[in-house]
T-cell receptor
Framework: EADIYQTPRYLVIGTGKKITLECSQT?????MYWYQQDPGMELHLIHY???????EKGDLSSESTVSRIRTEHFPLTLESARPSHTSQYLC??????????FGSGTRLTVV | KQEVTQIPAALSVPEGENLVLNCSFT??????LQWFRQDPGKGLTSLLL?????REQTSGRLNASLDKSSGRSTLYIAASQPGDSATYLC????????????FGAGTQVVVTP
């Protein structure tokens, strides 16, 4: 049973729309991450957080933004979606002893 | 900059054979290494986590080794089954406090009945 939840699972949206991808975890982990994965390609870190009110940009430049108002919640927002944002977005949390736990991902298509 | 390489890129074996998946990394200053499984269009499932001080980890039919000095890890899957068909990803965590992961491109495994 997943301890980290992402919604929606799939999303098709028109260009210019604002979208928020939800990520929640029930494990009380401080460290959370967003990775982006294009089909058949490697995962790249786009955002991370070390706790409430802490957010940083990752290695891959992204036009998305994140917030961390509560420990369990780490949403990702695109203010104006474009076809170049079409990708899979994976949320994860981490502990020192157990490593990373990933959600099921959101597959975003911008038309 | 840390680079993670996985060889082979794809592998097809008959059911019952043992699988050997290789991962190499260029910077030995890692915090830990984690193996994941990814099914098509799905998220990642953690298989094994090896801390930098450890040499190997085992879980059921899975065994992963780590040689930091040579920058290598190997994932062994014994007696493969069709349900093992998936992409296997290796990822190393940096030693800085953020623990960001650097992923390899993965090995796509097909186990034929």
């Amino acid at each position: 049973e997943a301890d980290i939840y992402q919604t929606p699972r799939y999303l098709v949206i028109g260009t210019g729309k604002k979208i928020t991808l939800e990520c929640s975890q029930t494990m009380g982990h401080d460290k959370m991450y967003w990775y982006q994965q294009d089909p058949g390609m490697e995962l790249h870190l786009i955002h991370y957080s070390y706790g409430v009110n802490s957010t940083e940009k990752g290695d891959l430049s992204s036009e998305s933004t994140v917030s961390r108002i509560r420990t369990e919640h780490f949403p990702l927002t695109l203010e104006s979606a474009r076809p170049s944002h079409t990708s899979q977005y994976l949320c994860a949390s981490r502990t020192e002893n157990y490593g990373y736990t990933f959600g099921s991902g959101t597959r975003l298509t911008v038309v | 900059k840390q680079e993670v390489t996985q060889i082979p890129a794809a592998l097809s074996v008959p059911e019952g054979e043992n699988l050997v998946l290789n991962c190499s990394f260029t910077d030995s200053a890692i915090y830990n290494l984690q193996w994941f499984r990814q099914d098509p269009g799905k998220g990642l499932t953690s298989l094994l986590l090896i801390q930098s001080s450890q040499r190997e980890q085992t879980s059921g039919r899975l065994n992963a080794s780590l040689d930091k000095s040579s920058g290598r890890s190997t994932l062994y899957i014994a007696a493969s089954q069709p349900g093992d068909s998936a992409t296997y990803l290796c990822a190393v965590s940096r030693t800085d406090s953020w623990g960001k992961l650097q992923f390899g491109a993965g090995t796509q495994v097909v186990v034929t009945p």
